[in-house]
């Protein structure tokens, strides 16, 4: 059925759904609501000049997205505003110390007041590829999530210009990707690309789009991206769906012996699975031996030096702490079979959603928020990893 702006012109223009049945009438809620979610297919717009509409004075909320730091050593960094809800937005600024950052330089706000409901951007990343280009993750979705999502970048190849330039935004694929991508010893990037399983999301405010989009429902999960050609085409390949799913904010290492570990944030706190294969199949789920942690967003990565990192929460790794409070770094030499050191970084509660990157010259930068709402900090920890064995500062 479709209802015509003719029909408006007619007597008695709700004739037309008196003899509809029920399961009519919800086929006919559910079109509309899946065109409703079309809204989020429109390319997005790049707001370069965000003063003063955007400037610190404006924003009271942070939720922190992540920092990358380009081979100038520039360091950008970006975090959603608005609010842990469809009234999100992200910002990006930039650094050239880490010390002083600048104003808000670019801005993603896809609200309208032309549409039905908030259109929202609340997920993404910022990541330096082996290339030296800067890229710019984020999602587009209607209302808070709409059961479809939608992953799209933007790239900078002149990130330590004064005058950078970012590309028109791309669309990937459903979904969003909080973390970064892995780059595996054969030059293969993988994306850590989530599609919500509908466990995570029908309890969150997202009603009207429960039941939309049924037919993604077996690409639901912790999906896995695949570029062989350093960004220009990209696979989908592999996909875990967790037990008692959250959303997954999934991370990908590969291990000395060329298998994949997948970690992922659940209900009842993180699960692993491992591909043998590059990331084609996924072993079932199950719960570390030696790592836990609360329903929150936690960072783990390869180093330079071949050691793993893990961020998380709690003095020791497998501590679920009651609320989102001490964050805390943690070094593995046996590829996360047991865990060395442990430098605090924050012990304060309120703190979460750690981010980071390793530079050339060995030191780790760790962002994270500190009580997003009404300070809305987005703050910055600079270490190395005889700092974390230590358990204290103790290089320069």
């Known amino acids: 059925m479709n209802f015509k702006c003719s029909d408006n012109l007619k007597p008695n223009p709700e004739s037309i759904f008196q003899n509809l049945t029920q399961k009519e009438i919800r086929e006919y809620e559910m079109d509309v609501m899946r065109r409703i979610a079309d809204f989020a297919l429109i390319p997005p717009f ?3 000049t965000p003063l003063p509409e955007y400037d610190y004075d404006q924003l009271d909320y942070g939720m922190n997205l992540g920092i990358a730091q380009t081979p100038g050593g520039r360091i950008w960094a970006a975090w959603v505003a608005g609010g842990d809800s469809p009234k999100a937005f992200i910002v990006i600024n930039m650094s050239d110390d880490g010390e002083t950052w600048s104003k808000p330089c670019l801005v993603v706000d896809s609200h ?3 549409l039905p409901m908030n259109r929202t951007v609340i997920v993404g990343n910022l990541w330096i590829d082996p290339i030296g280009r800067l890229w710019f993750f984020f999602d587009q979705v209607m209302h808070h999530f709409d059961g479809r999502g939608g992953l799209w970048y933007a ?3 002149n990130p330590d210009s004064d005058s950078h330039e970012w590309t028109s935004p791309i669309r990937i694929w459903h979904g969003s990707m909080l973390n970064k991508p892995t780059v595996l010893s054969t030059g293969e990037w993988l994306f850590p690309v989530q599609l919500i399983q509908k466990d995570a999301w029908a309890g969150e405010g997202n009603g009207p789009f429960i039941g939309i989009f049924n037919e993604l429902d077996p690409y639901r999960g912790a999906n896995v991206f695949s570029s062989t050609n350093k960004g220009i085409s990209f696979q989908r390949i592999g996909c875990v769906q967790f037990p008692k799913p959250s959303w997954p904010e999934h991370m990908i290492v590969e291990l000395n012996n060329g298998d994949l570990w997948m970690l992922a944030r659940t209900q009842i706190g993180i ?3 491992y591909s043998m294969d590059k990331g084609y199949h996924w072993s079932e789920p199950s719960i570390p031996r030696n790592i836990q942690n609360c329903v ?5 990565r390869r180093l330079l030096s071949g050691r793993i990192l893990l961020v998380k929460h709690g003095d020791t790794t ?4 009651p609320t989102r409070e001490k964050i805390k770094a943690f070094l ?3 590829d996360g079979k047991t865990w060395t050191g442990g430098l605090m970084l924050d012990e304060r509660s309120g703190v979460s959603y750690p ?3 390793q530079t050339k010259d060995g030191r780790i930068y760790i962002s994270y928020d500190y009580k997003r709402s009404p300070c809305g900090h987005i703050l910055m920890a600079r270490i190395t990893e005889e700092d974390i064995l230590a358990e204290k500062l103790v290089s320069p």
């Open 155 to 157: 790239r900078c190849d």
């Open 112 to 114: 309208s007041l032309n």
């Open 296 to 300: 929150a967003r936690f960072h783990v």
């Open 355 to 357: 981010d980071g990157y």
């Open 46 to 48: 790049l707001n370069t």
């Open 318 to 321: 497998d501590e679920i702490t």
């Open 332 to 334: 593995s030499e046996d």
């Open 271 to 273: 699960m692993e699975s």
